[in-house]
T-cell receptor, first 113, second 117 residues
């Protein structure tokens, strides 16, 4: 049973436009959420996180929104750049991060110049 | 900068061979993890460890074992490799408790591509 779901395997966006990547979760104990970016043949790198006490966290071009009632979070990238083309993983943890992260299956973002 | 080093980037092994994947981190992190990544399946947790000589099963431990004799080193062992263990293996480490306030996270190595033939 998947606890973290990324229902879109892929997404294509034009350079300069907004990219919106979505993530849903089922475990109400999750209280800490992260996004990771992964290029081929490399390990994932941390992008941005949000705790359940917030509904928004911003870092430069990246913003994560959390809707606890809907058990939904999204990552917004504005403006999208070709270098953003990668696989993005949503991850969640319970107990303020004291339990291992549970990852979604990932969304492959392609930013077209 | 945190560094998680996986000693082998690319390996080709025969079915039935014993395989060791080594991982070392240099930030004195308590937690260490082994994940595997497969297309369409995302990152799945194999084993993790919160302390030396301590291990916990993840979601897919079958066919694997681990060893943590020193804090900085976490080894993944395939006792008898099979073709369905062909995958990218990712080691990661983190401080004890990710911490909602600090924005702490886990750090991944570059990955080890294992092909079992």
């Amino acid at each position: 049973d998947q606890q973290v779901k990324q229902n879109s395997p892929s997404l294509s966006v034009q350079e300069g436009r907004i990219s919106i990547l979505n993530c849903d979760y089922t475990n109400s104990m999750f209280d800490y959420f992260l996004w990771y970016k992964k290029y081929p043949a490399e390990g994932p790198t941390f992008l941005i996180s949000i705790s359940s006490i917030k509904d928004k966290n911003e870092d430069g071009r990246f913003t994560v929104f959390l809707n606890k009632s809907a058990k939904h979070l999204s990552l917004h990238i504005v403006p999208s750049q070709p270098g953003d083309s990668a696989v993005y993983f949503c991850a969640a943890s319970a107990d303020s991060g004291n339990t291992p992260l549970v990852f979604g299956k990932g969304t492959r973002l392609s930013v077209i110049a | 900068d945190v560094k998680v080093t996986q000693s082998s980037r690319y390996l080709v092994k025969r079915t039935g061979e014993k395989v060791f994947l080594e991982c070392v981190q240099d930030m004195d992190h308590e937690n260490m993890f082994w994940y595997r990544q497969d297309p369409g399946l995302g990152l799945r947790l194999i084993y993790f460890s919160y302390d030396v000589k301590m291990k916990e099963k993840g979601d897919i431990p079958e066919g694997y074992s681990v060893s943590r004799e020193k804090k900085e080193r976490f080894s993944l062992i395939l006792e008898s490799a099979s073709t369905n263990q062909t995958s990218m293996y990712l080691c990661a480490s983190s401080l004890l408790g990710l911490g909602r306030a600090s924005g702490n996270t886990i750090y991944f190595g570059e990955g080890s591509w294992l092909t079992v033939v």
